[in-house]
């Protein structure tokens, strides 16, 4: 069973998944009707969060662009302030970043000259074609308005701004590089460190305050992944109604064997929550005392950004040899991947005579089925869909499927049954 959120770009990216996973034909449009449940339920799941939640995330977001407003040098007081117990990342972009309001100004001025550039290849005769025939002044509409809203005529900045900057300015950097891509490079590098401190710390600072959110976010999906083990567990699926002809598979090495798979497509506020529950709950808390831990410790600290198509996965085991009533007889691996990554090929030869392959263009633009027109973080390329190039575009189709591959699955723990039963229960129990 697929289910997904409300929101249009996730449904059409859980019907692009699931007709590659099944190698189905037909429309998209048919599988999403079909085989994707967006019915009360998944809503209640994966879509937004109750107003309470929604309180407590305001109180945490004021307090964290209270703290990046000030004008003074970062300090290691400060760094402790914004981002305590922070990733090495974190770290990184903070001390990279140096003085918040110097990297505002910097930022401000680079969208400034982006949005000259674009300002002039919106006059007249100029024949540029965007990505999903999007106009040129509707580009150029939404830039000057970003523009706007982040520094306004008393020279404050809006900080909340930096994240629909630093979306869009992908977006374009993967789309439209005919906007201009040296512009657009100066205002991704302007605004990465910057998003990379806001959007996790945005869910809670503390690690109490991270806990305290994610539950409140994700906590009918994580009684859903309960009830899910729970039914395996106790054999409510010996009475299944439908099996497959064992003697037509081939290539299956246990064809008598049961495997359900459940797959919940969601935005990007519910991946934080259900990472931040795996990760400050309590379910990895002897990740110190273990070195495949550590590695994934390692893994988590060290990725900058949660990209389209990040996948935290619950892979369930049974051993037949165990006692039914044994604790051993079922175990829980957990898996995870940061989705698609870019960024190192966005900032390819930034810097140095080598070769940029951001600063090739092209008249035509890589189209995937399923994409539509909002930021990356949102609906990047699909990795689903073969890319249609002529022969001239082949070096561009060299790089953009590089932009393309999936961050492989990262090992983070393995779990009984009872110790996710008991994380989970007592999180969702603390929430009320």
């Not at 000259?116 to 830039?143: F, I």
């Not at 309960?226 to 090495?253: F, K, Q």
């Amino acid at each position: 069973k697929v289910y997904a959120s409300d929101e249009g770009r996730v449904q059409m990216t859980a019907a692009a998944f699931t007709k590659g996973l099944l190698e189905l034909e037909g429309s998209l449009a048919s599988v999403l009707v079909h085989l994707v449940k967006r019915d009360r339920e998944a809503s209640a799941m994966l879509d937004a969060s109750s107003l309470d939640t929604d309180a407590v995330v305001s109180v945490v977001k004021e307090r964290l662009h209270g703290l990046l407003g000030t004008s003074t040098d970062v300090t290691s007081s400060m760094a402790e302030k914004v981002i305590p117990g922070g990733s090495a990342c974190q770290r990184r972009a903070m001390f990279s970043v140096g003085n918040f309001m110097t990297a505002y100004e910097k930022l401000y001025q680079s969208m400034k000259r982006f949005v000259s550039a674009v300002r002039e290849l919106a006059k007249p005769g100029n024949q540029v074609t965007l990505y999903h025939e999007e106009l040129l002044d509707m580009a150029l509409n939404r830039w000057e308005k970003l523009e706007t809203d982040f520094k306004d005529k008393n020279g404050h900045f809006d900080i909340s701004k930096i994240l629909h900057i630093y979306n869009w300015v992908t977006y374009d950097l993967l789309h439209n590089r005919q906007l201009g891509v040296r512009e657009m490079t100066d205002v991704y590098m302007n605004s990465m460190d910057l998003a990379d401190i806001l959007i996790p710390q945005e869910y809670g600072m503390t690690t109490g305050e991270k806990i305290n959110i994610a539950t409140h976010i994700c906590q009918p999906l994580l009684k859903k992944i309960l009830a899910d083990i729970r039914y395996v567990v106790n054999d409510e699926a010996s009475d299944i109604l439908h099996h497959p002809d064992c003697l037509s598979l081939v290539g299956v090495t246990t064809p008598d064997r049961h495997v359900r798979t459940r797959l919940y497509f969601t935005s990007q506020s519910h991946v934080h929550a259900v990472l931040n529950v795996l990760r400050y709950g309590g379910l990895l808390k002897d990740m110190q005392n273990n070195t495949s831990s550590k590695e994934a410790q390692d893994k988590l600290d060290s990725t900058p950004e949660l990209n389209y198509l990040t996948q935290i996965m619950f892979m369930m085991y049974e051993d037949a040899r165990q006692p039914p009533d044994s604790p051993s007889r079922f175990e829980v691996q957990v898996l995870y991947s940061p989705g698609v990554q870019y960024r190192e090929r966005f900032l390819c030869g930034v810097g140095d005579q080598g070769h940029n392959p951001l600063q090739q263009s092209s008249d035509q633009e890589l189209v995937s089925e399923h994409n539509s027109q909002v930021p990356p973080s949102q609906a990047p390329s699909s990795p689903s869909s073969p890319n249609n190039c002529t022969e001239t575009e082949s070096e561009e189709a060299d790089w953009m499927s590089d932009l393309e591959v999936i961050e492989p699955l990262t090992h983070l723990c393995t779990v009984s049954v009872d110790s996710i039963f008991h994380t989970f229960n007592t999180l969702m129990q603390a929430s009320h």
